[in-house]
């Protein structure tokens, strides 16, 4: 069955520096999703992608965050200087063009120190 | 602003048990709802979703009712398995493949 996958499943980093999350979504789908969870929190959602722009985009997700398809497979999250408070479980989703069901990769888990 | 909310956050229940898990919605834009599992360490699988044209649907051993008059989603779990035991979300979208917006969540915890 059809996955989605992300890497790398556990990064650490130090406060400020630049970290690119990567995500290969289901072949088929055309909707790129990226959610982040906090720890013993509910899943928030930061961005959705589709034709290779940005459809809508949460609060969250300011002038820190980017998205980028860079080939016909990857999928990816950049943060260019991380705070604390991104530390995070970082979920990826994709969906395709009939149905409505996102499905979520295993995830990343963010660690900023 | 609005939101989506669970009723209990820990349901213990005992093997063999029927379990159902609560979630209220208050946007009345939101037109189409899904429930998620996630164990531990793992993303949420996808259970169960229901388009607002509905109040009910059944999968394999999941039930999903939908109340629009009073903003109440639940999913009804038949002889809950120790394998059940995860974190349910539900989850809306106003449809078609816009954003989700996740309820905060309800541990069920399955006793052999």
């Known amino acids: 069955e059809p996955e989605v996958t992300q890497t790398p499943s556990h990064q650490v980093t130090q406060m400020g520096q630049e970290v690119i999350l990567r995500c290969v979504p289901i072949?088929?789908?055309?909707?790129f999703y990226w959610y982040r969870q906090i720890l013993g929190q509910k899943v928030e959602f930061l961005v959705s992608f589709y034709n290779n722009e940005i459809s809508e985009k949460s609060e969250i997700f300011d002038d820190q965050f980017s998205v980028e398809r860079p080939d016909g497979s990857n999928f990816t999250l950049k943060i260019r200087s991380t705070k604390l408070e991104d530390s995070a479980m970082y979920f990826c989703?994709?969906?395709?063009?009939?149905?409505?069901?996102?499905?979520f990769g295993p995830g990343t888990r963010l660690t900023v120190t | 602003g609005e939101s989506v909310g669970l009723h209990l956050p820990t349901l213990s229940v005992q093997e063999g048990d029927n379990s159902i898990i609560n979630c209220a919605y208050s946007?009345?834009?939101?037109?189409?709802f899904i429930w998620y599992k996630q164990e531990s360490g793992k993303g949420p699988q996808f259970i169960i979703d229901i388009r607002s044209n509905m109040d009910k649907r059944q999968g394999q051993r999941v039930t999903v009712l939908l109340n629009k008059t009073v903003k109440h989603l639940s999913l009804q779990i038949a002889a809950t398995q120790p394998g059940d035991s995860a974190v349910y979300f539900c989850a809306e979208n106003k449809g078609g493949y816009s954003t989700l917006t996740f309820g905060k969540g309800t541990m069920l915890l399955v006793s052999p």
């Open positions: 072949s088929n789908h055309l909707y």
């Open positions: 946007n009345s834009a939101s037109d189409y």
């Open positions: 989703a994709s969906s395709d063009v009939a149905r409505y069901e996102q499905y």
